[in-house]
């Protein structure tokens, strides 16, 4: 009896074991792997009409946003709940890429997007998932400041490239989405930089 009310604190209160660790499937993990199952759906509506500026337009669109928007819910779920776990810490930047790197290459195939660009940003993303994948078994690498501000930039400036919001508000919100398309593309490249720098020097400094 004795040893069973060791585990609780005065009051009722369970001690938390700070050794246990969270399971991987929690509410935040699901979240991030619906965010990978919208990302054919909303491919599916872009490209249906062939990009038309119609109903399936503004759906795809309104999708992308509400989905890419998932990313800050279940991050902060797991960290109000304790749920962050290696798993939503590798899938989290992956269901980003997988995200924009499908609206990406949507929009080019409609000739909406320069390929060159889509190619740069899926150069970047494909290397980076791919030595996050390598080196799991060893080390998570999480995402780090630069990488989710270009996320954020990406998914703004994919939004306004999805949206046809032209017709709506006037032609200079094109201006603004060249804006922040290039932006997206500088801080891209500039994250990537990072990541092998830090990566570098991780390996160098003794652990």
């Given amino acids: 009896m004795a040893s069973r009310d060791a585990s609780f604190e005065q009051g009722g209160q369970p001690i938390r074991d700070p050794a246990a660790r969270p399971s991987n499937l929690n509410l935040p993990n699901a979240i991030t792997v619906a965010r990978i199952i919208l990302a054919p759906i909303f491919v599916w509506l872009l490209l249906a009409d062939n990009g038309e500026n119609g109903t399936l337009r503004w759906v795809a669109g309104i999708l992308f946003i509400l989905a890419i928007a998932t990313d800050g819910i279940d991050g902060a779920i797991a960290r109000r709940r304790n749920l962050v776990t290696d798993l939503g810490k590798l899938l989290d930047p992956i269901a980003d890429k997988v995200l924009t790197g499908a609206a990406l290459v949507a929009l080019s195939s409609l000739g909406e997007l320069p390929w060159w660009i889509t190619a740069v940003v899926l150069v970047r993303e494909v290397g980076v998932t791919v030595h996050r994948m390598i080196v799991a078994s060893d080390h998570v690498v999480a995402a780090a400041w630069m990488g989710k501000l270009k996320t954020v930039m990406q998914a703004v400036a994919i939004s306004l490239a999805l949206l046809p919001l032209a017709g709506v508000v006037g ?8 804006i922040t398309m290039t932006a997206a ?13 830090t990566e570098v020097r991780g390996r160098r400094s003794p652990r």
Avoid: H
Avoid at 187 to 193: D, F, K, N, P, Q
């Fill in 171 to 178: 032609e200079w919100v094109v201006v603004l989405n060249i």
């Fill in 185 to 197: 593309v500088v801080l891209t490249i500039a994250s990537g930089i990072d990541y092998v720098l």
